[in-house]
């Protein structure tokens, strides 16, 4: 069985940093592709990153876009977001999910399988 476990998620003030983990297991690691992704409160759930299998590939939404970095260590099974100049908006949830995505769909949920649990991520004015 698939397990993702995310970790890292707490409260910053406006324009700090916070660093996001998701360790995988029960499949090999290096078979997904992985995702971030984001749902504040009355809100649907929103794509923030992704990155492909090799690492050769990463997506970013507008609105993190240079500010959000995701990279991934095969031998640890983990997948980071490196998260600065944080606003109050980027306040939510933040899922990691797993899955084989395309440049067609990777900004929705449909191809990701597995997905965490989550981890709050509170950004203070």
């Known amino acids: 069985q698939v397990q993702l476990v995310e970790s890292g998620g707490g409260t910053v003030q406006a324009g700090g940093s916070l660093r996001l983990s998701c360790v995988v297991s029960g499949r090999t690691f290096s078979d997904f592709d992985m995702g971030w992704f984001r749902q504040a409160p009355g809100k649907e759930r929103e794509f923030v990153s992704a990155?492909?299998?090799?690492?050769?590939?990463?997506y970013y939404s507008d609105s993190v876009k240079g500010r959000f970095v995701i990279s991934r260590e095969d031998d640890k099974n983990t997948v980071y977001l490196q998260m600065g100049s944080l606003h109050p908006n980027d306040s939510a949830i933040y899922y990691c999910a797993a899955g084989a995505v395309t440049s067609l769909n990777y900004f929705t949920t449909i191809p990701y399988n597995h997905w965490g649990q989550g981890t709050q991520v509170t950004v203070s004015s």
């Open positions: 990155i492909d299998f090799s690492a050769w590939t990463r």
